[in-house]
């Protein structure tokens, strides 16, 4: 069983960079070994970056609020901080009794955030969420992040419904680029469930479409994540397997270690 989308990167020896906070969060930290140790009294997580407020990316976040109050960092857009911790809402307890578990703090836009070890992290946003009349986003606006250090860069952008000028400007030249790969066809739930949705209107660019744009283009490697259960990438046997290997493109597995 495959787990939802989430990645730590690793800042030291022992200490982890987390993006995204899964609904699978404990069994992932866990499985890596990045659990509290000992008495639960000290994480290895530095700090974490949010992409956006869809369930399958930000409920972990509560595994960060059992035991020890470690105050770990949790930057995201500004929007996704006040949806999650503002007064009132389902994770504000989690400052309670005048101690923090957790410190929200709202990244604008291209603003850089640099930690221990030289590694420095920027949110962009990508086309996702819906947007309301009133011109907020249901329930958050959503960011990519690009990871830099050493002259070496990573692309993280699990969920996006189009590949915007900005985004493949960024995509050109990227070490590694972890793209979203929720649906390889656009009719894809239509044709395996009888779902009259497309992928697009859920907020995922198919497979097909970004396949043909990506592979114009001068990068490292290219690796999908956050697959939907219907995606034929998981049938070992499956043609689609094949041409995406033919390519030299890659998916994304419970426990990939990546060397950059």
């Not at 969060?25 to 509290?36: D, M, N, S």
């Amino acid at each position: 069983m495959r787990t939802r989308s989430s990645i730590a990167v690793r800042l030291s020896d022992d200490r982890y960079l987390l993006i995204d906070a899964s609904p699978d969060l404990y069994h992932q930290l866990y499985r890596a070994g990045l659990h509290p140790e000992g008495d639960g009294r000290r994480s290895v997580i530095e700090a974490v970056l949010l992409t956006h407020g869809h369930g399958d990316h930000c409920i972990g976040i509560f595994e960060l609020s059992t035991g020890a109050i470690f105050q770990i960092p949790v930057y995201g857009p500004p929007d996704l901080m006040e949806h999650l911790f503002g007064e009132g809402r389902y994770f504000s307890y989690l400052g309670r009794l005048g101690e923090r578990y957790v410190e929200p703090k709202p990244l604008e836009e291209g603003e850089e955030v640099e930690f221990p070890g030289g590694l420095r992290a920027e949110g962009f946003e990508v086309p996702h969420t819906d947007r309301l009349p009133d011109g907020s986003y249901l329930p958050s606006r959503t960011y990519g992040y690009e990871l830099q250090e050493g002259g070496r860069r990573v692309l993280y952008i699990p969920d996006v419904r189009e590949l915007t000028e900005d985004i493949l400007s960024r995509v050109e030249g990227a070490d590694v680029i972890l793209l979203d790969g929720t649906f390889w066809w656009e009719d894809e739930l239509l044709r395996v469930s009888g779902i009259d949705v497309s992928s697009t209107a859920l907020g995922h660019i198919p497979i097909e479409r970004s396949l043909e744009t990506l592979s114009e283009l001068e990068m490292g490697r290219v690796i999908y994540t956050h697959l939907n259960h219907t995606n034929p990438l998981l049938n070992p046997g499956s043609p689609m397997l094949d041409e995406l290997r033919r390519i030299g493109f890659e998916v994304a597995y419970d426990g990939m270690i990546l060397e950059v």
